[in-house]
């Protein structure tokens, strides 16, 4: 696994780091954190404090203390961190972690309320580009000491959520590239296997559609591919498309949008006059306007989806699933998107790095960096948590391994394929990105309903984008 660390090294390196403005610091760390520094990094997890007398300090002076603590559905992930809040609560018995799951399509907009109401969760688990705003807003603790007190566990400096120098988000993991998912036992019963690209990173758009053609005549009652437009999640996929053919979204500074300029209006166009081409060809299922993520993903388990629209890490999402028997046996593989000349793999939209962040309005923030300082030193849970999800590790003591060869194999080419073509420069670490997304899924609805043109989809989302820019920069200076 050599190689997968060097190149996850790589992808550390290349994907964009943005550091907020605006931070007061927080208090030091506790003394029970610098005792488990002392413990063994990526082993189990640390002791509890030593008193004076050399016996173990079991908490019995302390008040109990209920620590929420927000996560996003992952198929699988329940019972690991189910576990570790066992962990925690063995290790300082005083705290309680209470879990709560957040769905994937409403979960950022309950953040984002939690943080305008005061009412945020104790400890926080997302991608660094939704908790950015929470950091530019000056509501996060600074988490310096429990970065500094585990800083050998890194590949590299935490860089996002840095202020002023200070941490205000631990970077533990990052986001898989965007692909197409393939269902490879029905593309040979479809007589399409051949069609997908032997390198499975180069191809353009006309053998992509050419590929979906062959397989809807094959069978009518399964689907090539599919696209959404009822819901926010994979937004980032569609980004990847954008990309992927040389368009830009934002200006170099990250004041305004260039969608509705030049060559980039083109681009844009182009890509969604492909999406209205699969739609009007009946290679896409019917209503995609009102279609949501999980409606696809039932397509795919169910076995009547060839191309599923996601990224790499479902494959293990989907694996988990076809080992719990809810999904339906068949083997996998990725394939990049299409480009208009297949010469080169698209670039491709990277969510930065995913962690954590803890919050002081409820006044723990001391205990929650006790349960910060004591994931980062399990490396077991931190890896269980990446094989289900599939996500990639930043951190040095985690030995990527998949669920079965054939996955391990396809995320060490997903990892060689990010580290090279993984953007996340384009704007979607900015502190208002939460915000100018939602300007992008109401277009998809109107160009997949019918009701505006590719050009008029441009037009209306730079004016909508261009809006949620300006507000932020008036806003915050």
């Known amino acids: ?25 927080g208090d030091t760390i506790p003394q029970q954190l610098a005792a488990n520094d002392s413990g063994s990094a990526g082993g189990d997890a640390a002791a509890p404090e030593k008193k004076d007398d050399g016996s173990a300090d079991t908490g019995e ?4 203390v209920t620590l929420s603590f927000w ?8 019972p690991i961190w189910e576990a ?4 925690v609560h063995e290790t300082y018995p005083w705290i309680t972690l209470e879990l709560e799951v ?19 969760p104790d400890i926080y688990c997302d991608g660094y580009s939704r908790i950015a705003p929470a950091i530019t807003a000056g509501l996060t603790v600074d988490l310096t000491d429990v970065v500094e007190a585990n800083q050998d566990l890194f590949f590299g400096e935490q860089t996002e959520g840095v202020v002023d120098g200070r941490n205000y988000y631990v970077a533990t993991h990052s986001g898989a590239p965007y692909c197409l998912l393939i269902n490879m036992d029905l593309a040979e019963d479809l007589g399409v296997a051949d069609m ?23 069978d009518p009652s399964v689907y090539p591919v599919a696209l959404y437009g009822g819901s926010r999640s994979g937004d980032a996929w569609d980004y990847s498309w954008f990309l992927g053919n040389g368009a830009e979204i934002l200006n170099e500074d990250h004041t305004a949008t260039v969608i509705n300029e030049g060559a980039n209006k083109e681009k844009i166009v182009e890509v969604l006059k492909l999406y209205q081409t699969l739609i009007d060809e009946g290679l896409v299922p019917d209503g995609v306007a009102s279609m949501i993520d999980e409606d696809v993903d039932s397509l795919y388990f169910s076995g009547r989806l060839l191309f599923e629209p996601t990224a790499y890490n479902y494959l293990s999402w989907t694996n988990t699933l076809q080992e719990e028997g809810t999904a339906v046996q068949f083997r996998q593989d990725a394939v990049c998107l299409p480009t208009p000349d297949g010469r080169e793999p698209p670039m491709t939209t990277s969510w930065g790095s995913y962690g954590y962040c803890v919050f002081g309005n409820n006044g723990h923030e001391e205990d929650a960096k006790l349960v910060i300082d004591l994931l980062l030193k399990d490396t077991a849970t931190r890896t269980k948590l990446i094989q289900v999800s599939g ?5 040095s003591d985690v030995e990527v391994s998949y669920e079965t060869p054939e996955i391990t194999a396809i995320m060490e080419r997903a990892v060689a394929y ?25 277009q998809k609805q109107d160009l997949f309903v019918g009701n505006i043109t590719p050009e008029q989809f441009v037009e209306n989302w730079a004016a909508a984008g261009d809006a949620v820019i300006s507000d932020y920069l008036a806003a915050n200076g």
């Not at 996560?71 to 329940?78: I, K, L, M």
């Not at 996500?391 to 951190?395: F, G, Q, R, V």
């Open 71 to 78: 996560y996003f559905a992952e198929t699988g992930v329940d």
């Open 196 to 218: 997908i690209p032997e390198d499975r990173e180069t191809w353009t758009y006309e053998q992509f559609l050419d590929t979906c053609r062959a397989a809807k005549a094959a």
């Open 1 to 25: 696994m050599k190689k997968v660390i060097a190149l996850l090294l790589a992808l550390v390196m290349v994907v964009g780091m943005a550091a907020c403005g605006g931070q007061s610091e």
């Open 418 to 442: 990010g580290a090279q073509y993984a953007n996340s420069t384009f704007g979607i670490l900015e502190p208002f990105w939460s915000d100018f997304r939602e300007t992008f899924y109401v």
């Open 61 to 64: 002076d302390k008040e109990p």
């Open 391 to 395: 996500k990639l590790p930043i951190m």
């Open 102 to 120: 957040l769905p994937g399509d409403t979960g950022p907009e309950k953040f984002t309320v939690a943080c305008a109401t005061g009412t945020t």
């Open 84 to 87: 570790f809040a066992e962990q």
